[in-house]
């Protein structure tokens, strides 16, 4: 993406652990303003933790700064704070609440600015129309397209200044999975930095500037889509 220069996301030696396993070897990567990075690789490459050591959700060692300042390990609502927000793997709504209660806790940091709070439900429901026809239903009754977007939604209703999904079309159709990825486009375009982590290849190269190939734990490679034209452009780095 042009113009986009100034690194507002910053991860040097960034590893993790379960008990004696490195899930997560040493890695360094950044995010540039207004840019949309993709995180590919396949099925335990460690894109899902990398994403939870970003938002310091896990013990790692390494460095994470977000604008500058260090993001605070184990402590989601200081990193919220800063603006860091993650709508993870599995979407992680509320399902016995409403769609209106979900949407309302993305914004608990509000507390009580009502009209703030209104101000964001009007941007989320503009951006996801079907929400706004189902903010009396219960959460755990929408289609899993509807549970994405209420998912996304309710990040948005944080205003982040960077935005982090973890497979955000797992189990969709690819209808409803080009309707989702057009809005994250549409945010981006906006001026929204954001994180894509995606097993299938094509929807993030579709949208990334640049795109870091995990494998194993640790980062294979870092690459410009355009020069992807191929499966077989990946699958050396996915077994690297």
């Known amino acids: 993406m042009s113009g986009a220069t100034t690194k507002v996301l910053e991860a040097e030696g960034l590893s993790a652990r379960y008990g004696s396993v490195e899930a997560l070897r040493p890695v360094d ?13 396949a099925n335990g490459a460690g894109k899902s933790t990398l994403m939870r050591a970003l938002m310091g959700l ?19 609502v200081a990193a919220a704070a800063m603006g860091l927000v993650l709508v993870p793997e599995g979407r992680g709504i509320f399902a016995p609440m409403t769609v209106a209660e979900n949407l309302e806790l993305g ?8 009209g703030e709070l209104g101000r964001r439900l009007e941007r989320v429901l503009a951006l996801f129309p079907r929400l706004k026809e189902r903010l009396a239903q219960v959460a755990g009754s ?3 397209g509807e549970q994405q ?13 960077m935005l982090l ?6 189990g969709l159709a690819p209808r409803i999975v080009d309707e989702i990825l057009e809005k994250l486009g549409m945010l981006n375009r906006d001026g929204l930095p954001i994180i894509l982590v995606e097993q299938k290849a094509p929807l993030a190269l579709k949208l990334a500037s640049r795109v870091y190939v995990m494998s194993v734990g640790h980062i294979a490679a870092e690459l410009d889509p355009r020069t992807i034209t191929s499966h077989d452009d990946l699958a050396r780095y996915y077994l690297g």
Do not use: C, W
């Open 165 to 170: 999904l973890d497979e955000p079309s797992l």
């Open 58 to 76: 896990i013990p790692t060692q390494g460095h994470v700064r977000f604008r500058g300042a260090n993001v605070p390990r184990r402590n989601t």
């Open 107 to 114: 914004a608990y940091l509000l507390k009580s600015n009502k």
């Open 149 to 161: 977007m209420l998912a996304v939604g309710r990040a948005l209703m944080a205003e982040p200044k």
């Open 142 to 144: 929408l289609s899993g």
């Open 29 to 41: 990567l950044y995010v540039n303003d207004r840019e949309l990075i993709g995180i590919l690789g």
